[in-house]
Nanobody, 124 residues
Framework: QVQLVESGGGLVQAGGSLRLACVASGPITSAYVMAWFRQAPGKERDFVAR????????RYAESVKGRFAISRDSGKNTVYLQMNSLKPEDTAVYYC?????????????????WGQGTQVTVSS
């Protein structure tokens, strides 16, 4: 059983930065895909970014390319999401996910484990 705990959300002005962290406990293997999704009120949960635990390969949603960066620290069992040049439309609850399938890594239903979410609010 894998448990995920997110932190780092908050309120920031447009153009600012935040760094989210997701600490994983349990049997994380090199085959795991770790991802960040986000969900705004009244909307579906959308893919943001993912990283493969073993190789570190990354993929991003078009809406965040060039602004967000996902990384991992294997020694700390932690995945990070560095968010720069934040926009009001980035406002959402951000969720960390683990497991997944590389071939469908942008699809939320392929992930086995989820954190509780952390709120990110960007004011204009």
């Amino acid at each position: 059983q894998v448990q995920l705990v997110e932190s780092g959300g908050g309120l920031v002005q447009a153009g600012g930065s935040l760094r989210l962290a997701c600490v994983a406990s349990g049997p994380i293997t090199s085959a795991y895909v770790m991802a960040w999704f986000r969900q705004a009120p009244g909307k579906e949960r959308d893919f943001v970014a993912r990283i493969t635990w073993g190789s570190g390969g990354t993929r991003y949603a078009e809406s965040v390319k060039g602004r967000f960066a996902i990384s991992r620290d294997s020694g700390k069992n932690t995945v990070y999401l560095q968010m720069n040049s934040l926009k009001p439309e980035d406002t959402a609850v951000y969720y960390c996910a683990a497991g997944g399938q590389l071939s469908a890594s942008t699809t939320s239903r392929t992930y086995d484990y989820w954190g509780q979410g952390t709120q990110v609010t960007v004011s204009s």
